[in-house]
């Protein structure tokens, strides 16, 4: 166990349709990160975020956005959603950003779209 | 950019045989990160072995230790006296040194290597 939760662990929705995806970081983890990992793409990063500010912006669609919250739990949000954004997705949470913290990564959450 | 090529789609070694994993990255950076992820088939992302470019020296983990060339841009996992535990995909990643902290430190993933531990 990481100590990085993701929920839900299933998510089922059709096209069209817009969804959040909620992380929680490890105890006093002030970096969360998003990845998609998906047949087609593979793992790729999609956004970071530190201490509640956006750090880093990956190959994310404009479709799909996240936040931080002062608790530094974060989601990602994903509206329009079409069949090619079915794919796990993970949060990672490391202590600090840069010089090459360790990320943790949750147990991701699976999204299907219909 | 930074790129990462894992060049071996799938490996099969024999239990309490030793394996090695190819890893090759192309960066212009001159201080970077690299690390092992293992993705068993929970498809968790677990953490195996990190590695500063600016250390010469090898890290091991247990099993499993790293050959780093660092002028050759390679970083190959070698598991010894493998184990079916040790069935998984196999993700090999860069990161960025950054500057100070909270900068931007983002994962550069391999395509993975499918790796099987038989009896």
């Known amino acids: 166990d990481s100590g990085v939760t993701q929920t839900p662990k299933h998510l089922i929705t059709a096209t069209g349709q817009r969804v959040t995806l909620r992380c929680s970081p490890r105890?006093?983890?002030?970096?969360v990160y998003w990845y998609q990992q998906s047949l087609d793409q593979g793992l790729q990063f999609l956004i970071q975020y530190y201490n509640g500010e956006e750090r880093a912006k990956g190959n994310i669609l404009e479709r799909f956005s996240a936040q931080q919250f002062p608790d530094l739990h974060s989601e990602l949000n994903l509206s329009s959603l079409e069949l090619g954004d079915s794919a796990l997705y993970f949060c990672?949470?490391?202590?600090?950003?840069?010089?090459?913290?360790?990320?943790?990564f949750g147990p991701g959450t699976r999204l299907t779209v219909t | 950019a930074q790129t990462v090529t894992q060049s071996q789609p799938e490996m099969s070694v024999q239990e309490a045989e030793t394996v090695t994993l190819s890893c090759t990255y192309d960066t212009s950076e001159n201080n970077y990160y690299l690390f092992w992820y293992k993705q068993p088939p929970s498809r968790q992302m677990i953490l195996v072995i990190r590695q500063e470019a600016y250390k010469q020296q090898n890290a091991t983990e247990n099993r499993f230790s790293v050959n780093f060339q660092k002028a050759a841009k390679s970083f190959s996992l070698k598991i010894s006296d493998s184990q079916l535990g040790d069935t998984a995909m196999y993700f090999c990643a860069f990161m960025k040194h950054g500057g100070h902290t909270g900068t931007a430190s983002k994962l550069t993933f391999g395509t993975g290597t499918r790796l099987q531990v038989t009896l």
């Open positions: 990672a949470s490391s202590p600090r950003a840069g010089r090459g913290y360790e990320q943790y």
């Open positions: 105890s006093g983890d002030l970096s």
